[in-house]
Structure formats: C-alpha cells, structure tokens
C-alpha cells in the first residue's frame, strides 16, 4: 500500500523537476505572480542579458503598493492621479513597460481587475488548487486557502521564475494546526489568525508549511480561509494552506481564468484527491479549541501581542521570560501604553479597513453593516481600501460606499494602502490605529505610528465609538 501522504508533500512531489543531494529540489512553478516592489531588478537583469520571460501566460503583473488610493473624481481616471514620490512614480512606470515588454499578464491601473496581488488572483481564478504559486512577496501564503503551495520569494528568486519557471527550494517541514470549534459570537477569521498566533507565537512555524486543519477551518468561506493563511507568515511559516473542498469549488466555478466544461470536470477530480490521506503525519502538530476565543485586539509590536478585547494591556512583570519582558517593555514604550489599561480604553485616532488580509467583499459587508446609520467620532480620521477594482464595483452596487461615506469613512481607490506607508496613505508620528492589516512592527504605518490589529468589525466599530470596544455589546 501506498504511503498516506499529506496535501502539501502531494503537490511537492507533483511539482519536482529535478533533485540534487545538498541543493535541493527543483521545483516546476504554475503561477507567478508580479508586483512593481519586487521585479524591476529581475525584468533589469532579464534584459541586460537578453533573456526573455519563459512563460509570460503564467505571469501575472499587478500594481498595488506603490500606487495611491486618492479617489479619481477630479483627476477623471486612476492613471492621472499624480504620485508624489519619485520612487513610487518610478516603480509604477516601469511595472507598465516591463509588463508591456515582456508581454506578461497585466491588469494596469485603470483596469478594473487591478488591486492588491492576493485579492485579485483567487478573484481572477488565478489561483488553483494543486498549483505552486509564487511572488516576491511574503504574504502569498494567502493563496494556500485553496490548497495551492504559495510562498514569498526573494529578488533573485523572482529573476528564475521569470526566466525559467523553475525555482531551487529546500523542503520545509510540515505542520498541523488544527483548530476545532465554531467561531464564537463576534470572532471573525481574522480573530481566529490574532488568536493562533497569539496561542503559538510569531516563530512557531519557522522552516514549516502549515496546513490548518479541523472543525473550525472547515466552517470557513474562501475569503475566510484566506484571511488566516495570510496571517501564517507572521506566525513564521514558510507557507500556510488548507485542503480544498466543497467550498473551494463553488468559489472558483466560473472565474475568468479558472478551466471550464470538461477541463474543469477534470480539474475537480484531481482536487479532489488533495486532501491530507488519512493517517498522514507532519513533523509537528498543534491543537486548538476556539471555545474560550473573544474578539481580538494586538497591544504591542508584533502579532503575538495580542489581548481578548475584554483584557487590559499587560505588563512586562506578567512573561517570566527576560526576553519576552524586555521586548514588552520596548513594545508598550513604543505604543505609549500602561499596563493595566483597558483594552476598551484605548483611544483611536485613525482606522484603516484594507489590506490583503481584510479587505474583500465579505470584510467590507461585515464593516459596513457595523457602521450603518451611525457616524465616525470627530476624533477619529477612518478610511475604507477595497482590495480591488472589482472588489469596489460591487460594494458600490451593493451601497456599501453609501453607508461608508455617510458615516463620515473615505471611500477610496483599491491597493495596499495604508497597510504600509509606501503610497502617501500614512500615520503620522504617534498616531493610533485600529487597522485591519496583518504587520504591526515599529513604524509599518508610518514613522511613529501606532498599529493595533483587529477584525473588519471591530475596525468599523472603534471608528464610532472612538476607542476599542467589545463587538459583541454592539447594537
Ligand atoms: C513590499 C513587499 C516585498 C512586502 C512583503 O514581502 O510582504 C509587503 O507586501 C509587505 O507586506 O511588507
Ligand atoms: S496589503 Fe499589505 S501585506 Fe498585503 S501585499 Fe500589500 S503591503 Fe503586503
């Protein structure tokens, strides 16, 4: 009999093109996916050397960290929007002409179906289960939610993909996160990732692929899964993913680049056979229950710095590690808070509903309708960042917008945002945010600026009230 193997060594093994003892294994690649941050060096080094792309069909160009997310009312489209900074300006132009040059997929600017990388290619039907999927980019692991293998790659990386559609990779070890239970009243997946991490910590799946398994993974629609695979990076995994299903399979019928007819028969009964055989082992597993599970929001400087929304801000003298206290010390001087504080006492300043961890259709229906008919705090600067062109075309049919805007939220174009400072949309020095992002280090808002991570929902209701509050007690 043959040996059950788990998802992820299936789609390893379907995926090697060559092995070398003390290299590592050669790995063919279906999907690259290109953003303007991480390929101008590699299209550079492509042309310097007279190389062309090796698969320009299974590479996708898309521009979304660098561009800002001003609305185009008075500039008439996105492309006329001008870019004050010179190295975003930069970065943006030459995405276009390497695109154009190399002929690779591309959604520009003005094309409805641009947004942020990992919004737009499960939306696309870009990613697939089975597939390796790779960009120069670390949060790719979100597109492991259909039972893909997707992974960050470095600089040089991205230049052999491009140039050969290959790629050299060390096997990582494998993991089992199973997490069973429902989600509680008022948790969302995003509190589920917050939780997990805070459960296991930022380095627990260092050298691993993850795959989230049980009760509570299988309950989650795609965007769902998707907002906690994009959170198994900062959890130190490699990769994170779940077996595909039933759900899987209704997300992607139908979907621009998704097979059709026969060929999409096809395709769901290779899906099918993916899932983990019964009796696979990983080298490492973990076991969670979401029974004790409450909305979630961070205090410090890293993920794992995570409270329930009922809790107070911790002091170092609470972790018996000297490490950990001393990097609580640093954390609470940096956020400017005091132990013992109330986590529904925190003030805002700023709320940030965006990101590719928060900012799909499902995450922007569950803000809006915490948000309905309500008004943003005078205190309180909120915006909202669809992940996509097509993400906000269909907010907007839906009156979404509305609902947004009348509450007194910016309404804006789709990209990165505010989730980094790269494209104008920053804190400013000591600014507070409540921002449903995925990175909380020093200053990945802004210099200065102070994140606290949390659910859609409890985004848009910290924007009401002005502070934290508990989602359960919202009406
Ligand atoms: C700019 C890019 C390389 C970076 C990443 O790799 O994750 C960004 O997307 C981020 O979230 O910090
Ligand atoms: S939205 Fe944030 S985390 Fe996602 S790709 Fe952009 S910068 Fe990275």
């Given amino acids: 009999m043959e040996q059950p193997r788990t998802l992820f060594e299936k789609i390893w093994q379907a995926h090697v093109v060559r092995e070398v003892a003390g290299q590592g294994t050669l ?26 792309v090796r698969k320009p069909l299974a590479t996708f160009g898309m521009i979304d960290h660098s561009i800002p997310t001003t609305p185009v009312a008075e500039y008439g489209s996105r492309s006329n929007v001008p870019i004050p900074d010179q190295s975003a300006a930069v970065q943006v132009k030459t995405m276009e002409q390497n695109a154009q040059s190399f002929n690779i997929q591309f959604f520009p600017i003005n094309d409805v179906r641009n947004g942020i990388v990992h919004v737009v290619a499960p939306e696309q039907g870009i990613t697939l289960p089975g597939t390796i999927i790779v960009c120069g980019d670390s949060h790719t692991s979100t597109h492991g939610a259909f039972g893909a293998l997707a992974f960050g790659i470095g600089t040089s990386e991205v230049e052999h993909v491009l140039a050969s559609q290959c790629l050299w990779q060390v096997k990582p070890k494998t993991m089992e996160v199973r997490v069973e239970g429902s989600l509680p009243a008022g948790c969302t997946a995003k509190d ?35 907002t906690v695979c994009n959170m198994a990076i900062e959890a ?132 809006a309708k915490v948000v309905k008919g309500k008004k943003v705090a005078p205190t309180v600067r909120a915006m909202v960042v669809p992940g996509s062109g097509l993400v906000k075309r269909q907010a907007e049919a839906e009156g979404l917008d509305q609902i947004f805007r009348e509450a007194g939220f910016e309404w804006r174009e789709p990209g990165c945002s505010m989730c980094l400072g790269m494209n104008g949309d920053r804190l400013a020095e000591g600014e507070r945010c409540a921002s449903t992002s995925n990175r909380n280090f020093e200053g990945r808002q802004g210099k200065g600026g102070r994140t606290h991570l949390v659910s859609p929902a409890m985004a848009a209701a910290t924007a009401i009230a002005g502070h934290f509050v508990d989602i359960r007690d919202w009406q």
């Avoid at 060096?41 to 007279?50: E, M, V």
């Avoid at 627990?204 to 629609?221: D, M, N, Q």
């Fill in 192 to 226: 589920l990732a917050l939780f997990i991490i805070g459960k296991i910590g930022t380095g627990a799946g260092t050298g691993h692929c993850v795959e989230f398994t049980g009760s509570a993974i299988r309950g989650l629609s795609m965007e769902e899964r998707m």
């Fill in 27 to 52: 790995l063919y690649i279906d999907r690259h996916l290109v953003h303007e941050v991480t390929s101008p060096q590699p299209f550079a080094a492509l042309r310097s050397t007279g190389r062309k």
């Fill in 236 to 367: 130190g995994a490699r990769a994170g993913m779940v077996a595909p299903d039933e759900t899987t399979f209704a997300y992607l019928k139908d979907r621009p680049y998704a097979p059709k007819g026969e060929a999409w028969d096809q395709a769901v009964e290779y899906w099918r056979s993916l899932p983990s055989d019964p009796g696979a082992t990983y080298d490492r597993v973990i076991v969670l229950n979401t029974d004790e599970m409450e909305p979630q929001v961070t205090w410090g400087t890293t993920p794992a710095m995570v409270s329930p929304i009922t809790g107070t801000v911790p002091s170092p003298d609470d972790f018996s590690d000297p490490a950990q206290q001393e990097a609580a010390r640093r954390a609470l001087a940096y956020m400017g808070l005091e132990p013992g504080t109330r986590m529904q006492d925190i003030k805002v300043d700023r709320v940030f509903i965006g990101s590719c961890t928060n900012s799909r259709l499902a995450d922007l229906r569950e803000a």
